[in-house]
T-cell receptor, first 111, second 115 residues
């Protein structure tokens, strides 16, 4: 079955710096890769996603890159702000079926 | 409804009792997922329903766990003979279904505490 590994488990950055979170997946049939943000005590919410026919996608300060050959994808947050502090989860889906999540990354933005 | 709704929000039960957790997905969403999240941990996949297909039960941790989805809409996750290690937040999510890959929307979760 699909397996998704996520690194790092925790990440501390200074406000204004960039943050990068990386994930690898095992099944080459995976074709959908969403990223979720979960603030303390709240439900996970989608922040950006990418499909296998695209190599990069950007939405304001957030970007995601996908390397299908290497089977890894990354989340990039630029100009980090304190409100970016949360747990971030990557996920992979095979043909839009069940989502398998990474273990999560705790991001702390220090002001 | 406007979003995925789960009930109850909180449940405290005694060890050995059975519990039922309910999920109302977004209307028209054919895919429904259950996940378990222990304190400070990731999202553990439990079960996945898609339309009328047989559910993917590969994530259920033991035969004490079962889930059903009636009429392709509401889903119930049942835990029999609860144990303390079952304490966690149980999250339900729904999406439009497979194909190009669609966003999964999460409910607010049910916090289960087994005492």
């Amino acid at each position: 079955g699909e397996n998704v590994e996520q690194h790092p488990s925790t990440l501390s950055v200074q406000e204004g710096d960039s943050a990068v979170i990386k994930c690898t997946y095992s099944d080459s049939a995976s074709n959908y890769f969403p990223w979720y943000k979960q603030e303390l005590g709240k439900r996970p919410q989608l922040i950006i996603d990418i499909r296998s026919n695209v190599g990069e996608k950007k939405d304001q300060r957030i970007a995601v890159t996908l390397n299908k050959t290497a089977k890894h994808f990354s989340l990039h947050i630029t100009e980090t702000q304190p409100e970016d502090s949360a747990v971030y989860f990557c996920a992979a889906s095979i043909r839009g079926n069940k989502l398998v999540f990474g273990a999560g990354t705790i991001l702390r933005v220090k002001s | 409804g406007a979003g995925v709704s789960q009930s109850p929000s909180n449940k405290v039960t005694e060890k050995g009792k059975d519990v039922e957790l309910r999920c109302d997905p977004i209307s028209g969403h054919t895919a429904l997922y259950w996940y378990r999240q222990s304190l400070g941990q990731g999202l553990e996949f439990l079960i996945y329903f898609q339309g009328n297909s047989a559910p993917d039960k590969s994530g259920l941790p033991s035969d004490r766990f079962s889930a059903e989805r009636t009429g392709g809409s509401v889903s119930t996750l049942t835990i029999q003979r609860t144990q303390q290690e079952d304490s966690a937040v149980y999250l339900c999510a729904s999406s439009l279904g497979p194909g190009a890959g669609t966003e999964a929307f999460f409910g607010q979760g049910t916090r289960l505490t087994v005492v």
